[in-house]
């Protein structure tokens, strides 16, 4: 069945580093690929999303671009902040209601 | 948009008890999701509603757990007996169409079975 693999976290970051978090998939036809944040007591939100191959999703300063070949939706940010605290969820739909969520990877952003 | 309201944010209780929890989807999305999360488990899909109607409810653990949604505006999930093991944060959450949308959470409740 359809997967999403994420790296383990914690990932511990100073204030202005660069952001990496992988996201690989597996899944049936053609996914839609998502990112979600989660902050300390709140529900998932949307943080970007990409429809089709090489799709790049972009918010907040985020990016990330969907790779059919190497089937990875990776999360990149070129500075964060220590507002960027927050579990990421990688996630996938492949045309039905059903998402597929990874484990989630939690960043901590010092200052 | 006041966006997905759940409530109560937070519920206590003993072993045994029924617990009600409650949410108000986005006006006009016409699905509803239902998910716990665990440390244990991270997140897991419970029951999918779509137009009011349940469609998928293969991930309610056990009869202990029921979920209906008598209105577009309006859901609940039933624990009964609750246990010590149902102890989570619940999340609603809402979407617009059902095929390939944006899902919108709610803020959860966290229970907490003693």
């Known amino acids: 069945g359809d997967s999403v693999t994420q790296m383990e976290g914690p990932v511990t970051l100073s204030e202005e580093a660069f952001l990496t978090i992988n996201c690989t998939y597996t899944?049936?036809?053609?996914?839609?690929l998502f990112w979600y944040v989660q902050y300390p007591g709140e529900g998932l939100q949307l943080l970007l999303k990409a429809t089709k191959a090489d799709d790049k999703g972009s918010n907040k300063g985020f990016e990330a671009t969907y790779r059919k070949e190497t089937t990875s939706f990776h999360l990149e940010k070129g500075s964060v902040q220590v507002s960027d605290s927050a579990v990421y969820f990688c996630a996938l739909t492949s045309g039905t209601y059903k998402y597929i969520f990874g484990t989630g990877t939690r960043l901590k952003v010092l200052a | 948009d006041a966006g997905v309201i759940q409530s109560p944010r937070h519920e206590v209780t003993e072993m045994g008890q029924e617990v009600t929890l409650r949410c108000k989807p986005i006006s006009g999305h016409n699905s509803l999701f239902w998910y716990r999360q665990t440390m244990m488990r991270g997140l897991e899909l419970l029951i999918y509603?779509?137009?009011?109607?349940?469609?998928?409810d293969s991930g309610m653990p056990e009869d202990r757990f029921s979920a209906k949604m008598p209105n577009a505006s309006f859901s609940t999930l039933k624990i009964q007996p609750s246990e010590p093991r149902d102890s989570a944060v619940y999340f609603c959450?809402?979407?617009?169409?059902?095929?390939?949308?944006?899902?919108?959470f709610g803020p959860g409740t966290r229970l907490t079975v003693l």
């Open positions: 509603f779509n137009n009011n109607v349940p469609i998928d």
């Open positions: 899944a049936t036809g053609y996914p839609s």
């Open positions: 959450a809402s979407s617009l169409a059902w095929r390939d949308s944006t899902q919108y």
